[in-house]
């Protein structure tokens, strides 16, 4: 497994406050950002079974749980204590929630063996080693069917000589240390190595960020 000491686990109080630090951070407009991404750019639909990789607070789980009704579900995995303390709280009331203690980049319990539609990754696939990606990637092709949707959300791909200065600060002193080299990470060929094809990819923020639909074919 990749270097322990990099690692995109967050805990604490950035974890207990994590929805809301980036609220600020962002003067409240990822709020509407992600709402719109989850709702509008997310091929959800009614009865869809959804697995999020790093479900954080579980804001995402919670938007995408109300395009999937009660009969889909929403599993959201991470193993930071604080985040999944914080999820189960915040996603208690909802039926179609569950939160699970698993690290994605350990195969996942057989029952969830093509078992997924829809497979998320929102802030954090930057954060792993090149070899752990391959095993997320791997674990998230065994828990979708075929034919299933993996979305990334996350930094672009990019020339990072030429990114802008603010952009610049964000990585060098706040981000971990793979996220830099993320910007040149070939996704699009890894993924289409181990079976996923891009089929949508929306960019934000002056091409900085980017929302990717990878299509599983088995
Ligand atoms: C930056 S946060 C993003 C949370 C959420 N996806 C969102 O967009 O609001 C990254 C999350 O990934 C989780 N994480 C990091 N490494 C993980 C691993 N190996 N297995 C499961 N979750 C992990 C962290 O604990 C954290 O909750």
Same mark, same amino acid.
Request: hydrophobic content about 30%; charged content about 20%.
């Given at each position: 497994m990749g270097n322990p000491k990099v690692s995109v686990v967050i805990t604490g109080w950035e974890a207990r406050y994590y929805d809301e630090i980036l609220d600020i951070v962002t003067l409240f407009q990822y709020r509407k950002f992600i709402r719109k991404l989850m709702h509008e750019e997310t091929a959800v639909f009614p009865g869809a079974r959804v697995a999020e990789l790093g479900? @954080?607070?579980?804001r995402n789980a919670i938007l995408l749980s109300e395009k999937i009704g009660p009969e889909g579900v929403v599993v959201g995995f991470d193993i930071s204590p604080d985040m999944l303390k914080r999820a189960r709280e915040k996603t208690e009331?909802? @039926?179609?929630i569950m939160i699970v203690n698993h690290d994605i980049r350990v195969p996942f319990e057989r029952?969830?063996?093509?078992? =997924?539609?829809v497979a998320l990754i929102a802030?954090? =696939?930057? @954060? =792993?080693?090149p070899e752990d990606r391959i095993r997320i990637i791997e674990n998230t092709k065994s828990i979708l069917k075929d034919g299933g949707k993996f979305y990334l959300l996350d930094y672009n791909q990019m020339d990072y000589s030429k990114a802008p200065f603010y952009f610049k600060i964000l990585i060098d002193k =706040?981000?971990?240390?793979?996220a830099e080299e993320f910007l040149s990470y070939p996704l699009v060929e890894v993924m289409e190595k181990h @079976?996923?094809?891009?089929t949508k990819k929306r960019e934000y923020v002056r091409g900085l960020f980017q929302y990717s639909e990878f299509t599983l074919i088995k």
């Open positions: 479900v @954080g607070n579980g009331k909802y @039926g179609n029952e969830y063996e093509n078992y =997924f539609d802030l954090a =696939f930057h @954060g =792993f080693t =706040f981000e971990c240390p793979l @079976g996923f094809k891009l």
